[in-house]
């Protein structure tokens, strides 16, 4: 079946793009499109051709399975200028995503017309390139520098009315796509034809433009090279003629394509669309989740909610008492009133989240609720309780799931009637934001119920990740391993700050220390209290010393660092320094690529550990865990992909 086929309605041609899932232009539909170009050019009877795409999808980019192999011509951007010179005008007609390549194809047309519900975007810094058919050249001769600074250097999509105010489309259409763009393409060959896209005068920017551009853009890409190359692409775009704009471009693309982050990038988007259907699932079918209950309205329990809600789910939100109640809705509320303050959520959206939570204290009103996630007190009595209360409530096939950060999962559900539907769902902090979700089943837990928690992670946009059972699962377990490494390197010596500051260098948001003092030192002491308590042999850490001093972190005013009040900026304290002046032995001189290098390879190893235990299930799904939730750089890859380059 070819992935191209030409129909003619009168003097239009049609050409069809049928390459399923996602239209990728792959060899043999570029090989198809530029075979396309020449047929109607040489067909007296064709005025002008609509190229549309069957499936779910405009053309969404190159095949970025071909990357790891040598480019094959015919190559996009030839096949982008062929089209441009062809003799009869083409009309993009697009639905669904035109990115990347996809998108580049439809500015060699003379014309782009979308649906109103379309995408389009330029998403090739996210892999870790540029665009490397045009994009960077031809974007702003239709939007200007800065729509194309922006939309290439951040790699974010716009939706169709926006893409059209921009220039990027020149007309949007709603219902049937195909009729749209033959009326659109009727109207448009009555008229005098615009100039090709390469034809089009470049914009030239105001001379301080770009300097704050790379400032801005060295700022926010913390060490990741595509969006300064793809910057530094537009500006010859503007300063070039265009064949050597494309030339510069295609140089920037080629270096960049066969690149460590290109590699890391690429590793992380195939293992992000293959997290949420595992294989060893593919036969289960999930349970239906009409409506999902939420037990506590604390930190977790209104971020669960909130996404639930800001996935259309409805909500029973169960709370201990009334005033707890009424905190638990005041919590979710403000969390919508944050995303209408932010211009996330239309007021009348908030509203409606808002309208989709019944709030209760009665567990009997869990009775006919397909899932339940509990998110109260970290104590096990608390959270038998609740179980107990849930397995007289809820139907023998609801779903129950814990949100426990260490407690043991069959603790919790000890007991509890048909414990096949019993599952951890580990959501992070906030739970709305953070898209790592850690699946936890028991040995109990039947298939069809963790085949639900995928679905549920699916239907919240999470990332999911399987996990077996050990204290703190997979990101936790990593957590206190690196923590537990950064201290040793203090007690080497080594500079609290400069420890910090390495890994923000590294590419982390904050490095381990500035990270404890923001969510409080006292969580990770509690637990080794506990566990102390519990008998087990926990060695004293810096950190207790810490918090011993009363030293929690920014809540308290000063944890690792010292806080001006009012202030957030971490400073050295000398407080610090002399409660651990007896555990430190000085000495050590660490550059911060070493000090990053042990923390990272300290990581790996305890992944490595978790994966030998079977824990977790593949290395990609370790960097998964630690990428989306505990802000390793997604351009390293994760622990395990950078400690295996
Ligand atoms: N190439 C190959 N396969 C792709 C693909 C691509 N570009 N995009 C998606 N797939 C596969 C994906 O692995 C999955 O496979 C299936 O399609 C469905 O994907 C020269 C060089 C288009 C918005 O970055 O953003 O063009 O698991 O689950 O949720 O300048 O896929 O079914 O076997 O994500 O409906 C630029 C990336 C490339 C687009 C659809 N393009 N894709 O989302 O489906 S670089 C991109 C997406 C480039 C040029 C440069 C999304 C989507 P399987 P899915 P979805
Ligand atoms: P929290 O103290 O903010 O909220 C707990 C809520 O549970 C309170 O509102 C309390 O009123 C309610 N509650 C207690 N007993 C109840 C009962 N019998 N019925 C109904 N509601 C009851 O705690 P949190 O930070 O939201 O943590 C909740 C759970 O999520 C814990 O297991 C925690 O380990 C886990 N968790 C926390 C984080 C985090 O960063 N805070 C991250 C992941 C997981």
Redesign the pocket.
């Known amino acids: 079946m070819s992935v191209v086929t030409i129909t003619r309605m009168g003097a239009i041609a049609i050409v069809t793009v049928d390459n399923p ?2 239209n ?2 792959g060899l043999a539909l570029r090989q198809g499109l530029w075979e396309a170009v020449d047929t109607l050019d040489a067909d007296p009877d064709i005025a002008a051709a609509i190229l549309i795409c069957a499936g ?2 405009f053309i ?6 071909e ?1 790891g192999k040598p480019p094959v011509a015919p190559h ?2 030839d096949l982008v200028a062929h089209i441009e010179a062809a003799a009869k005008p083409w009309i993009a007609a697009i639905h ?2 035109a ?4 998108l ?1 194809i439809a500015m060699g047309c003379r014309f782009r017309v979308a649906l109103d519900t379309a ?1 389009l975007g ?3 810094v ?2 870790g ?5 045009g ?1 960077t050249v031809r974007t702003p001769r239709l939007v200007g520098v800065a729509a194309a600074v922006d939309l290439v250097t951040s790699g974010r999509p716009v939706q169709a009315v926006k893409a059209r105010a921009m220039g990027l489309l020149d007309a949007v259409v709603t219902g049937d796509l195909r009729a749209g763009a033959l009326d659109f393409a009727s109207a448009a060959l009555n008229q005098p034809l615009p100039l090709p896209v390469s034809a089009r005068p470049a914009p030239v920017a105001d001379p301080g433009f770009w300097a704050d551009q790379e400032a801005a853009i060295a700022k926010r890409a913390k060490g990741e090279m595509a969006p300064l190359r793809a910057l530094a692409a537009i500006r010859k775009a503007t300063e070039l003629p265009f064949a050597e704009a494309m030339a510069f471009e295609r140089e920037g ?1 080629l270096a960049l ?1 066969g690149s460590d982050q290109a590699a890391a990038l690429r590793a992380v ?2 293992a992000e ?2 997290a949420p ?1 595992p294989a060893h699932l593919k036969d289960v079918s999930a349970l239906p989740l009409r409506r999902v209950g939420v037990i506590g309205g604390g930190t977790m329990g209104a971020g669960i909610a909130a996404a639930l809600r800001d996935a259309g789910l409805p909500v029973v939100l169960v709370e201990r008492d009334a005033l707890a109640l009424e905190r638990g809705l005041d919590n979710l509320k403000a969390i919508f009133d944050g995303g209408v303050k932010r211009g996330k959520l239309a007021p009348e959206q908030a509203v409606a989240r808002m309208n989709g939570v019944t709030g209760t204290t009665d567990y009997a009103d869990l009775a006919d609720i397909d899932l339940v996630i509990e998110a109260v007190f970290e104590t096990i009595e608390v959270k038998r309780a609740v179980f107990a209360d849930l397995g007289r409530s809820c139907r023998p096939d609801a779903v129950l799931a814990t949100n426990t950060s260490y407690l043991d999962p069959r603790l919790i559900a000890e007991g509890l009637p048909h414990p096949g539907r019993f599952i951890g769902l580990h959501f992070f902090s906030p739970a709305n934001v953070m898209k790592l979700l850690e699946i936890v089943p028991t040995p109990d837990t039947a298939p069809e119920t963790l085949a639900t928690g995928f679905a549920l992670g699916r239907a919240l946009g999470k990332v999911p990740v399987q996990a077996g059972i050990c204290e703190g699962f997979i990101g936790n377990r990593i957590l206190k391993r690196y923590r537990a490494a950064a201290e040793t390197l203090v007690r080497q010596g080594v500079a609290i700050a400069d420890i910090d500051a390495a890994m923000r260098q590294y590419g982390f948001a904050m490095g381990p220390f500035e990270a404890q003092d923001l969510g409080g030192l006292d969580i990770a002491f509690l637990q080794r209290e506990g566990a102390r308590l519990a008998g087990q042999q926990v060695a004293e850490t810096l950190g207790d010393i810490l918090v011993r001093a009363g030293r929690k972190g920014q809540k308290t005013g000063g944890g690792w660092y010292d806080y001006t009040p009012g202030e957030r900026r971490p400073q050295p304290s000398a407080e610090v320094a002399a409660l651990l002046a007896g555990a430190i032995s000085p000495g050590a001189e660490l550059e911060p690529a070493e000090i990053a290098a042990r923390l990272v390879a300290e990581m790996a190893a305890e992944g490595t550990a978790i994966l030998s235990e079977g824990v977790a299930r593949s290395p990609a799904d370790i960097d998964l865990v630690e990428i989306h939730g505990y802000g390793f750089p997604r351009w390293r890859g994760g622990p395990m992909f950078a400690s295996h380059r």
């Open positions: 899932p996602v990728a232009l779910r999808t969404a980019g190159a095949d970025v399975t990357f996009l951007p669904g995503s990115l990347g390549g996809g580049e995408m330029l998403p090739e996210t892999l390139i540029i665009p490397g058919a994009g693309f394509r988007f195939f669309r293959a259907r």
